[in-house]
């Protein structure tokens, strides 16, 4: 506690001089350079460190730091080797001819970090831990589609599937929607459920750094694996600080108590000018879109969707909130995926025609230029999560353009933890509790989407249900060969630009202030922690 104390009192020394947290960065003192630390920020405590149970972007960064999966993701997207020798394809034998076998070849030298081998129990014994009711993990997608998994030696995995399911190799024990990286057998197996064991507070792990300690509400801490198969890291110590407040973020970069920072595009553009600072990018696995509720009217009807859409300026939205780093989209898929569509297209912004299409709805403007039908105002609730600059930035800019256009709308705020949890335990937007929603989404390796288009997907958000588009997703699930399943994908995301449950608005391109002095830092898609054995600082 007693660094965030100095924290803020560095804080309220720049704010009693005059100076905005931004300001404070740009006059900050000039940054500490311990060679034998990186220190970067997250948000939020940890409400645990076991990474089959993490439930945000921070608790994944923070278990790449201590775990490994079989595969790993490069900077371009692409699957690469990790705790697996190689890729399974069926050009290597990796996979069947009829796909429902996959094979993994396992590295001989690896040790988790109490020195015991790592070995196909653990990978075996971590899909028994993701299946098990028991544990509530976030997800159990493909997993639950494994009918056996056996280890003819200790260091070969041979899965088999019910049936083939082409996302299997992008999704096993790696970058799915949800990463799921190897767990120690020796240390879980028969001791209960995950949800309540102490591994979830000290954590083995195999990965570059080992666990510490965690200082809760402060900050976690990590020590160099020194017998890492990898290598050994060229960092001594990692640290994660909890900083939920942005100025103070701000604020520590500027004095160099921070190495690295995730940014909003209004903060980078705020910390161009800060000389020891320069920026690293990565485009976001995902996107950023308004979810309709087309559960209820009027959002149930396609042509109100329509009508808001031409009422949108996406292209004001991106240049305006985040400088033109959020490029604007068409599709829920990255411009990055081999099932990207650019084709694709939206109804564009055009007020002209969102005017008649709510007049031909019987939406029409009063005397205070405000629509009205059967006496009834057009109002209505966007709701977003205050946690996210560009996401609430993104409400105030959309209530402003439907203002225009007549329609009321209030702008209300949610906590992200509120926001995605499920229907049972009262989350906003599986529950239907909403009217229009900004909201992110992350996609695995593969494009799998039906999770969030199809009928009975899990993150359904929106409730919009179409035969026609669950077809195309069958189709796209069931299908090996990968030419058909592109061509399925572009119809699905022509199909959902026709229909419009979502409005995407943004590819997003993330950016992360990094000290001069830091190398090695190279963030992809699904983590910027990937690589950390590699970070250094000039001693």
Known sequence: MQR?????????????????????ARHGLAPRSDWREITFNI??????????????????????????????????????????????????????PDGRTIIYHLRHDVRWHDGQPLTASDVIFTWQAITDPANDVQSTRGYDLIDLIFAPDSYTVVVRLKHPWPPAVATFFTYGTNPMPILPAHLLAERGSLRTSSFNTRPVGSGPYRFVRWERGDRLVFAANDGYFRGKPKTPTVIAEEVPDVNSALTMLGSGQLD???????????????????????????????????RKPPFDDVRMRRALTMAIDRTRLSRGITGGQYAVTNSDQPPFSWAYDRSARLPGFDPSKADRALDALGWRRGRDGLRRRNGMPLSFTFTTFPEGDTAVRTAEYVQQMLR??????????????????????GGLLL???????????????????????????????????????????????????????????????????????????????????????????????????????????AR
């Open 404 to 425: 225009e256009r007549g329609i009321d709308v209030a702008v209300k705020k949610i906590t992200l933890a509120q926001f995605y949890l499920p229907a049972s335990a």
């Open 260 to 294: 690295w920072s995730l940014q909003s595009p209004a903060q980078r553009m705020a910390l161009r000018s800060v000389s020891h600072l320069h920026f690293a990018y990565a485009p976001f696995s995902g996107f950023g879109a308004i979810a309709f509720n087309c």
């Open 43 to 96: 948000s939020n405590d940890p409400h645990s460190l076991n990474p089959i149970l993490a439930q945000s972007d921070d608790e994944r960064q923070i278990a790449h730091l201590m775990f490994d999966l079989l595969l790993d993701v490069d900077q371009r997207g692409r699957l690469v080797p990790a705790l697996a020798l190689e890729v399974p394809t069926r050009a290597n034998g990796g996979v069947s």
């Open 431 to 537: 529950s239907g509790r909403f009217d229009l929603a900004y909201i992110t989404w992350r996609t695995g390796v593969d494009p799998d989407d039906s999770d969030i288009v199809s009928c009975h997907g899990v993150a359904n958000y929106t409730g919009f249900c179409d035969a026609k588009l669950d077809e195309l997703e069958l189709k796209a699930l069931s299908d090996l060969d990968t030419a058909r399943r592109r061509d399925a994908y572009i119809a699905i995301q022509r199909r959902l630009a026709a229909e419009i449950p979502y409005d995407f608005l943004y590819a997003p391109r993330y950016s992360f202030a990094v000290q001069n002095g830091v190398r090695g830092f190279a963030p992809t898609p699904y983590s910027p922690t990937w690589n950390a054995r590699e970070w250094s600082k």
């Open 4 to 24: 965030r104390f100095v924290m803020r009192l560095a804080l309220l020394f720049c704010l009693a001089a005059g100076l905005t947290a931004t300001n404070c």
